[in-house]
Each structure stands twice: as structure tokens, then as C-alpha cells.
């Protein structure tokens, strides 16, 4: 089996004959667009029509187009071919600008504007689309500045972010008289030798340290650019910003943060659980959060997941198990850590060719399975939108992350089900409580820390003293005495990507969203069983046309009662409760 993705389905090259097609029809259809912008005449329903082909056009060349350097860019983060050529698309995009937001006024001042979608399929399609640009409308400027605006963030947020990927892909880390890299480094922390874990850890923070201040610029810079954006625009803040392009009411996000904190103290009793186990009397030090217990053992060679994840999903659903197949089997993933390659995880959907490319640094744990099993789960939600118009999928955070962690639960699940020896059992849960606690605790303190900045940065630059400062402050409030307070991550600032996107703000309560809200789904499952899989999809495909509680809608749940939020976290503290008697 091959361990590097093949990318030959989109093209075999920058200089293939078809990638150069490719990028004469975005030209031309971004040159047609801008021409139709400028003399929107003819009657509603034909201009509407017109707008909507154009842009679905637009799209799809620029889907293919992005996609393939931005994965070859991920693999390789000094190809300087793909840096060059992701520049050259943001440059063509951005000319998108002005036209798109003369389209945006035209949306806004149609009079009977669901008249208009009804007498056409192609408008009732995109309904949600249309009525979606009708109400952002008032966040849009003048056409010129939208079109200033847009070529600058090519060399302001994009290049900030692209530093800050090239700083922590790139630098050395020195181990036990070797050189490695960060990625490598990372996923020491689940290596069963305590000393291996330790060490580690202490090697990532040293290494940290020389790239400190190119990320601290990075962070700054961004923030910066992005609270002046928000009040050019007339957003609140960034987080009014991020609510709104999510389609999530703040009353949704109210609920579950509530329900967070109310259930932070019972995760807190988990991590000192764990702590006494491994023999640390005062909470757990930072590097030994994802040690495996021991019963936890057990290794997976890349086709001994793939086998075990198509026999676990066979129970499930046919569709999602085949899907799983084709992604093993028609080279859809770059499994290896290796120097250059982005560190984490991601699915990326190649929505024109109806297939994803998932990268991941896959260590052969468990854990690992299960970050192969949640990017799995993007897939299966890109595959449940491949028969909507590409103008259709851009689903908003927070439901993005919930087929990969229902996909998560159904892997854990099965493996805790299937074990009857009391120590493995207790490995099981622990491993899932030790995921569980990243997007409650983890994700709490990213909350915080990304609140702080935010608050901060038009009155002060924040240098990396600064920066570790905060986010320490961060962790002690979401991980309270759950962790030793001694031994934490002052730099958990620099090496999540998430903070460092130009246009996307609070890339972290969707994870905590995603968690509980799939947790919800499952336990649906649990009691409906095969009759809830159709629903499931559906709600998948309905995530990008409608709004994250329309969504939830379809499954028949209120997001806005805490309620709710609460009897998914009391699934949690229930499972925290049978390993604390394990223990």
C-alpha cells in the first residue's frame, strides 16, 4: 500500500496540459463574471440564474486548482513552486472581490426576493445561498474596498499564516543527540516510556523558543488585521464575525459553554485519577495527558487499521464502508511524519472529482486509528454533499466536526464494548476521556486564550513572554487542579494552526460543539439503530443549506437549551465515573 496520497486524479503536475486548462477557464470565467457584474440588466430571475452558473464555474476550477497546490504545500512546505502558484490564485481570486460584492448589493435590493427563487430551480436550489447574501449584505463595503482589502490579506494574514506553518514544520527539534522534527516530536506523547514522553516534551518547548518571535509577529499581525476588518465591516468582534459566518446563534454558543463549565470540576476528577495512576500525587504534568495506560497497548500497521476500520464500519453503513475502501485503496491519504510535512490532521474535499485527500502523521496507536477514523468521518460528510451544487458545501464550523466525532464514538465504542478484561477496559475509556477532555478542557482554554488576544492586541504588541503568559492563564482555568500547575504548555499558542487563519476566528468552540453534539447523534443511534442511519445522512447533506440549528432541526433537538448540552456531558461524566471506579 502506498503511504503518500496520489494527487494524479486532479493533476499529474504544474505542467500538465489540463492544469493549464484549468487556469484559462478560471481566468475566463472570473473575466465573464466581473464583465456581468458591471451590467447586471435583465429581469431578476436571469440575472440571479446568471450569477449563480458563473459562480458555480468559478468554484469548481478554483476548487481543483487550490486544492492541488495546497496539498502538495502540505506535504512539502518548502516546494516553492506550490507557494508560488497558491499566490498566483490568490491574486486571480481576489479580483473576485469588487464583482462579488456589486452582486451582493444586487441580492439585497430585489424586491420579493422568494418570488424570484420559487420560479426557478436553479435560484430554489440555492435558496439558502441567496437568502444568506441577502442578510450579509449589510457586512459588505464599497466594491473598491472589498477589492483593496482582498489583495492585501495576500501578503498580510495568508503570509503571516504561511510563516507560521513553514516555522514549525521546518525547525530542528534536538532529542537524545538526534534531530527531529516538530510533527515527530508531538507524537512522542502517547509513547508508553514515560522518560520518552518527558523528554519530549521538554525538547518541543526548547525548540519553540527559536521561533518564537517570527510566530508571535505572525499571531499579532493576524489579530490585528482581522479586529480592523470586524469594524470596517460592522461586526461586534471576531467572535460576532465567527458566529455569523457559522450560521449559529450566540444563544447556542451561550448553552454550550455553560454546560462546559458547569462539567469542568468532573473532568478535573479524571485527570487526577489518571495523575495517580502514573504516580503524581499533585494533578497531571502536561506531558503525560496523553499517556497510554497500560492494557492500551496495541499497535496498528497502516493495513491493519485500514482492515479493522472497513470490518467496524461495516456495521454501520455500507456507503461510509465502502468510502473507507476507496480511500485506502485509491491512495486518498499521506499517512508518514516526515521533515517538511504540516504536523496534525485534516480532510480536504475535492468536491468536482467527489473524492477527499486526508493527511494525517499516523504513529500506529490506537489513538492513531482514531484520528484516521475521525478525518474519515470529514470524508463521509463531504461524500453525504456530493450530489449538492458546489455552492452547497461550504459547511459552517461547528457541524463540520460532527460526522468526524461521531466517527470517533463509533471506533471507541466498539473497542470498549468488545474487551471484558477490567485493566484493558479501563485503557479504553481512559483513551477516550483523554479525547474527550481535549475538546472540553483543551478546547476551553483556546476559547479563553483566543478571547484574550482578541481583547488585548489594539492596546499592546503581545511578544512570546507575553503570549506564554496568557495561555498559561487559559489552562489553569479550563484544566484547574486536574493538572499540575507547574508543568503546563506556555506554547500551545504556537503550534495550533488554527489560531493563525486570516478569515476564520475562534476555530475552537466548534470542536467542543462538534464533540457533544455527535454525542447526542449517537446516543440517538444507540436507541433507533439502523432506522437512524438515513437521518443521519440527511442531516450531513442539510448542513450546507441551512443553519446549524436547522440542522440539529432534522434530528429533532433543540441547540439552544443547555438542556441538551448537558445530557450529552452527563454521557461523559458517566464514563468518568466507571474509570474512576476502575481505577
Known amino acids: ?19 493549464a486548462e484549468d487556469m484559462k477557464k478560471l481566468e475566463n470565467s472570473i473575466a465573464e463574471f466581473s464583465a456581468f457584474a458591471g451590467d447586471l440588466s435583465g429581469s431578476p430571475a436571469e440575472v440571479l440564474r446568471r450569477g449563480v452558473t458563473l459562480l458555480q464555474q468559478i468554484n469548481t476550477s478554483a476548487s481543483l486548482l487550490g486544492a492541488f497546490a495546497f496539498l502538495q504545500q502540505a506535504a512539502d512546505t518548502g516546494d516553492a513552486q506550490s507557494a508560488a502558484m497558491i499566490g498566483k490564485l490568490q491574486q486571480q481570486l481576489a479580483a473576485m472581490a469588487e464583482p462579488e ?13 422568494d418570488e424570484v427563487i420559487t420560479s426557478d430551480p436553479l435560484l430554489e436550489e440555492h435558496a439558502f445561498l441567496l437568502h444568506n447574501i441577502r442578510k450579509n449584505a449589510r457586512y459588505s463595503l464599497a466594491p473598491e474596498v472589498e477589492k483593496a482589502i482582498s489583495l492585501y490579506e495576500i501578503s498580510g494574514s495568508s503570509a503571516w499564516s504561511d510563516l507560521q ?67 470596517l465591516r460592522g461586526y461586534d468582534s471576531p467572535l460576532d464575525e465567527a458566529l455569523k459566518k457559522a450560521n449559529m446563534k450566540r444563544e447556542t454558543l451561550d448553552a454550550l459553554l455553560g454546560a462546559m463549565e458547569e462539567y469542568l470540576p468532573k473532568f478535573w476528577e479524571y485527570l487526577r485519577a489518571k495523575a495517580r495512576l502514573l504516580g503524581h500525587e499533585d494533578g497531571l504534568p502536561w506531558y503525560d495527558l496523553f499517556a497510554p495506560l497500560q492494557g492500551n497497548d496495541r499497535s496498528f500497521t497502516i493495513e491493519e487499521c485500514r482492515d479493522y476500520l472497513v470490518q467496524l464500519f461495516s456495521g454501520f453503513d ?35 472529482l467527489r473524492q477527499s485527500r486526508i493527511l494525517t502523521n499516523y504513529g500506529g496507536t490506537l489513538g492513531d486509528v482514531v484520528t484516521l477514523a475521525h478525518e474519515l468521518g470529514h470524508a463521509f460528510h463531504n461524500h453525504c454533499l456530493s450530489g449538492n451544487s458546489i455552492l452547497n458545501t461550504d459547511v459552517s464550523m461547528p457541524v463540520a466536526e460532527t460526522a468526524s466525532t461521531f466517527n470517533e464514538l463509533v471506533a471507541m465504542n466498539a473497542a470498549i464494548e468488545a474487551e471484558s478484561d477490567p485493566i484493558a477496559r479501563r485503557a479504553l475509556i481512559e483513551s477516550q476521556l483523554m479525547d474527550a477532555a481535549q475538546i472540553i478542557c ?31 492563564d487559559a489552562q489553569k482555568k479550563a484544566y484547574g487542579t486536574g493538572l499540575d500547575q507547574s508543568c503546563l504548555h506556555p506554547y500551545m499558542w504556537a503550534c495550533k494552526s488554527h489560531y493563525y487563519m486570516g478569515g476564520l476566528s475562534f476555530y475552537n468552540f466548534p470542536y467542543a460543539f462538534g464533540g457533544l453534539f455527535a454525542r447526542g447523534l449517537y446516543a440517538k443511534y444507540r436507541r433507533d439503530g439502523a432506522s437512524f442511519v438515513p437521518l443521519y445522512k440527511k442531516l450531513l447533506k442539510a448542513t450546507g443549506t441551512t443553519t446549524v440549528e436547522g440542522a440539529a432541526l432534522v434530528a429533532g433537538i433543540d441547540l439552544t437549551d443547555r438542556e ?10 458517566d464514563e468518568i465515573d466507571e474509570f474512576i471506579a476502575l481505577c
Open 1 to 19: 500500500m502506498n503511504h503518500e496520497w496520489s494527487l494524479s486524479e486532479l493533476y499529474r503536475g504544474y505542467d500538465d496540459p489540463k492544469f
Open 101 to 113: 460584492t456589486l452582486l451582493i448589493r444586487y441580492v439585497a435590493s430585489v424586491d420579493r426576493l
Open 318 to 352: 455500507r456507503e461510509e464502508t465502502e468510502m473507507i475502501r476507496r480511500a485506502f485503496d485509491e491512495e486518498w491519504i499521506d499517512f508518514d511524519p516526515r521533515s517538511g510535512k504540516v504536523g496534525g490532521a485534516f480532510c480536504e474535499n475535492v468536491h468536482p
Open 564 to 573: 441538551f448540552w448537558r445530557s450529552s456531558l452527563q454521557l461523559l461524566a
Open 442 to 472: 483543551d478546547i476551553y482554554s483556546r476559547f479563553l486564550f483566543e478571547s484574550a488576544v482578541f481583547a488585548a492586541r489594539d492596546n499592546e504588541f503581545m511578544f512570546p513572554e507575553k503570549l506564554c503568559s496568557m495561555m498559561l
Open 165 to 231: 506553518g513553514y516555522l514549525t514544520s521546518g525547525v530542528p527539534v534536538e532529542y537524545r543527540g538526534t534531530t527531529t522534527t516538530l510533527s515527530d516530536i508531538r507524537n512522542k506523547a502517547y509513547d508508553p516510556d514515560a522518560s520518552v514522553r518527558r523528554d519530549a516534551y521538554e525538547a518541543e518547548l526548547k525548540a519553540y523558543g527559536r521561533i518564537q518571535d517570527g510566530i508571535a509577529y505572525s499571531l499579532n499581525s493576524i489579530k490585528l488585521e482581522t479586529l480592523n476588518r470586524c469594524r
